[in-house]
């Protein structure tokens, strides 16, 4: 009786394994960073260290399967939070006067 032959699980089949997950990260990563570029105007330096912050306050994880970065919580998909966690100041609100064209 032949018996069908398995591969034995070896050091060798971990790096792979691994390689595909910082390849994932890195899509994942490119993916937010454009994200954040596009949606609140933001350079991709300022993208990239406002993941890197949300990161390290563990507000955002790595869906390994999607490729994707994913929030704890949407409300931080936000200008002003993305604005802080990349280290920028406030923008002030405008002013509006009454009178004028906004009032």
Known sequence: MNRPKIAPSSAAAAPQGAAVLVVRQQLAA????ESVVE???LTAEQALAALEKLLKLKLVKLDAIGGRFQLKDGRFWDRVVMRRAAGLPDEPEPVVRPGSILW
């Not at 490119?30 to 960073?33: E, P, Q, R, S, Y």
């Open 30 to 33: 490119g993916a937010f960073v």
């Open 39 to 41: 949606q609140f105007g």
